[in-house]
């Protein structure tokens, strides 16, 4: 499948050119002199930015916005599940048609690609050893799934062979990959509207180390060299531990490293500090939209901001109808370090609606747990909620998940 030479396709296409990780190959397309262009559903950070380097992207989806001349297409994973027509058109059309990760796999292929894997902490990873690797001069390309604060990019294109990814395990997204050095963070039940079990996400991980030239998967000892961090959370310290290990195999003095580290100020969207508000209430957004990450933020959190000291009130969107179903009994326990627990209607994506869970349901049995929660059946209500709560310099704010939820803090305390 990643049989396309480049160097002969001048025109391409890009279904789903918002998207964090495709958006950074339609970048790096455009910068090597091709003629880009691309149509999302809707606008947003990496729409306009693309659009500020030259790139033509419309909003909406339809066949039709592919220019006739068009010699590659490039489309999202989500496009064969939520717009199936659509995908039947870009397969029927004659034009070469490649997905997201066919062309991570494609780019790098023949690079000393190092590849972070696992169901948590790939972007965190990816970001701190781009960082080490950049600081020590090593000049590397990335493409990470977030942006970078130093770069405020989700690309960086170096000269050197050394090419850093984040790889996904979505539909098995990584064995287009071949890594000289492969991370694999941890392994958990994620993805269970693709992935049958455990054991068949297992089996996925198993091939792509086959697949890898050097696996890292156990860096419990770098655990003691990792330096104080800016990001807080013992998750942030296991992610460091990880870029410690992968810098060592890649022979990088360890107080470089080390300083590096010490100066990473973490990516957009993972626990991400916003602003304070007018009234003083500290206000921050996460992507964990899987229980061990909603756990793991909050505890970092707590770490900033002890019981007693301020009151944390999360806004979750659930992810999923597939995931909260799944992860239920984990998803109702994951919220002890908050106070108050506001949830908005699951955002479906790719799915149909399942009537067997809801928010609501989801509230009701954090309730049981003890703890804070109420459901909203929108975004308005939520916004008016929030509005209404009087949040002071007492309160922390944390809008979470893969979804839209920050845009409620946007609006209620004008941070956008």
């Not at 918002?18 to 190959?25: D, E, K, R, V």
């Not at 001349?69 to 939520?82: K, N, Q, S």
């Not at 001069?137 to 977030?146: E, H, I, K, M």
Request: with cysteine; net charge negative; proline share 3%.
């Amino acid at each position: 499948m990643n049989d396309l030479d480049l160097s002969k396709i001048k025109k391409v296409f890009f279904i789903g050119i918002g998207g964090i990780g495709i958006s950074a190959i339609a970048r790096m397309v455009h910068l090597e002199g091709k003629e880009v262009s691309g149509s999302d559903m809707s606008e947003n950070l990496l729409t306009r930015e693309l659009k500020e380097l030259g790139v033509k992207v419309t909003i909406g989806q339809s066949f039709d916005l592919i220019p006739k001349d068009t010699e590659l297409i490039i489309y999202t994973l989500a496009i064969p599940h939520y717009d199936k027509k659509l995908f039947e058109q870009v397969v029927n059309s004659g034009i070469i048609y490649k997905s997201y990760p066919q062309m991570l796999g494609i780019v790098t292929a023949g690079k000393n690609t190092v590849a972070v894997a696992g169901t948590h902490g790939k972007t965190t990873t990816t970001a701190m050893i781009a960082k080490i690797l950049i600081d020590a001069g090593r000049d590397p390309s990335v493409v990470v799934g977030s942006l970078l604060k130093d770069y405020k990019s989700n690309l960086i294109v170096g000269k050197s062979d050394l090419f850093v990814v984040e790889a996904c395990e979505y539909e098995r997204s990584f064995l287009n990959l071949k890594p000289k050095i492969l991370v694999i963070t941890n392994i958990e039940a994620e993805h269970l509207d693709y992935y049958k079990d455990l054991a068949d996400i297992q089996n996925a991980f198993k091939q792509l180390i086959s697949q890898s030239e050097k696996v890292i998967t156990d860096y419990s000892k770098y655990l003691e060299k990792v330096p104080k961090l800016l990001v807080p959370g013992a998750h942030n310290r296991m992610d460091a531990a990880a870029a410690l290990a992968v810098a060592d195999v890649l022979g990088i003095n360890l107080e470089v490293a080390q300083k590096a580290l010490a100066e990473f100020a973490g990516t957009w969207r993972r626990l991400e500090k916003r602003g304070v508000t007018s009234t003083g209430t500290i206000v921050y957004d996460d992507y964990a939209h899987h229980p061990t990450e909603i756990q793991a933020s909050l505890e970092g959190l707590r770490e900033i901001f002890p019981k007693g000291e301020k009151k944390i009130t999360v806004l979750f969107q659930p992810h999923l109808y597939s995931r909260t179903k799944a992860l239920f009994g984990d998803f109702i326990k994951s919220f002890k370090d908050a106070d108050h627990v506001m949830l908005l209607p699951i955002y479906f994506a790719r799915e149909d609606k399942d009537p067997s869970v809801s928010s609501e349901l989801l509230a009701e049995a954090i309730r049981k747990e003890g703890e804070d929660a109420e459901a909203f059946s929108d975004f308005v209500s939520a916004e008016q909620a929030v509005s209404a709560l009087k949040l002071g310099e007492n309160d922390v704010f944390v809008t979470m998940g893969a979804g839209e939820a920050y845009k409620v803090a946007d609006k209620v305390f004008k941070l956008g």
